[in-house]
Structures are given as structure tokens and as C-alpha cells.
Nanobody, 122 residues
Framework: QVQLVESGGGLAQAGGSLRLSCAAS????????MGWFRQAPAKEREFVAV????????YYADSVKGRFTISRGNAKNTVYLQMNSLKPEDTAVYYC???????????????WGQGTQVTVSS
């Protein structure tokens, strides 16, 4: 059974930083992309960032480019999202995803975590 467990969410002030982590377990496929979506109140879920299995390919939403950095851990089943220069509009529940075919373009994910809340105050 695939499990994705996110951590690191919380409250930050505008201009501050947070680092999200996600650990995957129960995966039976050898290579997979990992990434993040988010959902703000009364809004649809939106793509944030994705990283390939090798770590060599990354994509970001325009809204976070230059402020957020996604990376894989040394243990390939982990992914991090370093969020700097946070804005109140970054407030959302952040979800970790896995794509079992290591697809990064049009990243949708096959498995989702439960989400972690990020709140940015102005």
C-alpha cells in the first residue's frame, strides 16, 4: 500500500520560509517522479513543482518560480520543497504526489498524500 506522509507545514510570516518534506513508502515501481500540488480555500488544486527520479528535471508553477525549490533526498523516496519569500497567497494545503512512470511534463500524480497546511500571515 502506497503511503505519502507530508510534514513541515505551519505558520509563517510574509517574507519568511518553510520547508516541506514528504516520505513515500510501499512503492513497488523502480523509478518515479515526485512533486507538490496545493489547494487554497475555495480554489481548485494547482500544480506547484515536480522533480524527476534522477533529480535532473524540475518544473515549477510560474507563481512560485524563483521562490520555491524542489529536491530529492539521498533516499530517493523523499522529496523536499523549500519555500522562501512566502506570500499570503501561498496559504494552502500542500499535497505530495508520486507519478509511477517518472513523468514530469503535465504532472498529475498517481498517488496523493493527506496534505499539510501552510499559512502565511501578512
Amino acid at each position: 500500500q502506497v503511503q505519502l506522509v507530508e510534514s513541515g507545514g505551519g505558520l509563517a510570516q510574509a517574507g519568511g520560509s518553510l520547508r516541506l518534506s514528504c516520505a513515500a513508502s510501499g512503492l513497488t515501481f523502480s523509478t518515479y517522479a515526485m512533486g507538490w500540488f496545493r489547494q487554497a480555500p475555495a480554489k481548485e488544486r494547482e500544480f506547484v513543482a515536480v522533480v524527476s527520479w534522477s533529480g535532473g528535471t524540475t518544473y515549477y508553477a510560474d507563481s512560485v518560480k524563483g521562490r520555491f525549490t524542489i529536491s530529492r533526498g539521498n533516499a530517493k523516496n523523499t522529496v523536499y520543497l523549500q519555500m522562501n519569500s512566502l506570500k499570503p497567497e501561498d496559504t494552502a494545503v500542500y499535497y505530495c504526489l508520486v507519478d509511477r512512470r517518472d513523468r514530469t511534463r503535465n504532472f498529475q500524480g498517481d498517488y496523493w498524500g493527506q496534505g499539510t497546511q501552510v499559512t502565511v500571515s501578512s
